[in-house]
């Protein structure tokens, strides 16, 4: 699976920027520290993207720092809100840069994280984004991933159909306006064609008309559909599984990482998720130690909570920045462009097993090699069913 790959804005209205450090023994920030940073949406339509980004990153930082830091320097990670907002982000960006920032894990969603991308860049500074899908997110040499790329969640998705379902008939209902899932339907449907999947029902929406499927989904009941394939966020599945029920249309829903997070949507009947297929690389119902574990201590920082994909991606992040910077021999005390240079040599020659990767490596392309996993929902939990 590998692939060859300032000032801060007037947006801010305080001064200070919100700050946190965790240290084994609670000091304060200094000098001799890692400034990490991290940009993602904490409010706004894909607000709990970035809110579990920054809270499984904290455990992580947690953990980290408590284990005596990286190379002995403890870590300082400032989280800033974009909104899923280009210019937003690139307003935190400069924010950060301006703090002191010489790592980004960042950014959550894949439209902002193109916008920064370009800014890292210029200043050669070590980016590696937790979630960010698009492939043009890492389309410099700087940037890496954790996550899936778009074309191989469609590619995937199309392999796992053609393996488990191959006579179904299949339908798509995809956001022609978002790069994320207009993305994943066009391999998806490439590798789909490729592996004689029979494609009965084809139908798009917008972000102007992304709260009434009901044209969509009859259409889609029309043709028979046995299968949807849902490329989208689960804002939106949260609606059409309410309208397909409404018509008595029940085929099997199929989702990509975007539909995490759909049992947490408020005042959203869960019943209607049950049976959902969708591909991430995490479930917290998995039962090897690492990620119970990783669940046991979210849960204790979060006041009970339970971690999503993008929760377990960030603290895989920042645990695959920890062995970059070791395996490099950095410290705190080199430029940005320093750290950049060696994190983008390093990223290449180290493997990482974590929650959400084992024995990952990375190529010149900054796509991670690691295996998909396809949950479902039962019971109101994810259940990881393949691999068997």
């Not at 300082?76 to 899923?84: I, S």
């Not at 990783?294 to 971690?307: N, S, T």
């Amino acid at each position: 699976m590998k692939k060859m790959k300032k000032l801060a804005s007037v947006f801010f209205v305080t001064a200070l920027l919100s700050t946190l450090l965790i240290s084994c023994d609670g000091a304060g920030a200094g000098d001799d520290v890692w400034r990490i940073g991290g940009i993602g949406p904490t409010s706004g339509p894909a607000a709990l993207f970035g809110q579990s980004v920054e809270n499984g990153a904290l455990v992580a930082v947690e953990e980290i720092n408590a284990a005596g830091g990286i190379n002995g320097f403890q870590i300082e990670f400032n989280f800033q809100d974009d909104q899923h907002n280009a210019e937003i982000s690139v307003n935190a960006y400069n924010a950060l840069m301006d703090w002191g920032m010489q790592i980004l894990l960042g950014t959550v969603t894949s439209t902002p994280a193109i916008a920064v991308s370009q800014e890292a860049y210029q200043d050669n500074l070590f980016m590696l984004t937790p979630s960010a899908t698009a492939i043009a997110a890492i389309a410099v040499p700087n940037a890496f991933r954790v996550c899936f790329s778009d074309p191989d969640q469609g590619r995937a998705s199309a392999d796992f159909m053609s393996k488990e379902m191959p006579e179904y008939n299949v339908g798509i209902l995809y956001d022609s306006s978002c790069a994320f899932s207009s993305g994943i339907f066009e391999t998806f449907y490439a590798e789909a064609e490729a592996r004689n999947l029979n494609i009965v029902s084809v139908e798009a929406f917008t972000e102007a008309s992304n709260t009434d499927f009901s044209v969509q989904l009859q259409l889609a009941s029309d043709a028979s559909v046995d299968i949807l394939f849902l490329p989208i966020y689960y804002q939106e599945a949260s609606l059409i599984f309410h309208q397909a029920r409404e018509i008595g249309f029940a085929p099997v829903f199929f989702g990509v990482d975007g539909m995490d997070g759909i049992l947490g949507v408020e005042g959203f009947d869960t019943s209607l998720a049950e049976g959902v297929k969708f591909l991430a690389p995490f479930a917290p119902t998995a039962e090897d130690e690492a990620t119970q574990n990783f669940v046991a201590a979210y849960a204790a920082m979060h006041d009970g909570a339970v971690p999503l994909q993008f929760a377990a991606n960030a603290y895989d992040g920042m645990f695959i920045i920890k062995a970059a910077i070791e395996h490099a021999g950095l410290t705190p005390d080199m430029s940005v462009e320093e750290i950049g240079n060696a994190l983008m040599q390093a990223m290449l020659e180290i493997t990482v097993n974590g929650v959400t990767l084992q024995d990952a490596t990375w190529g010149p392309d900054g796509e991670p090699d690691k295996e998909p996993m396809v949950i479902q929902i039962r019971d109101g939990q994810y259940w990881v069913i393949y691999p068997y």
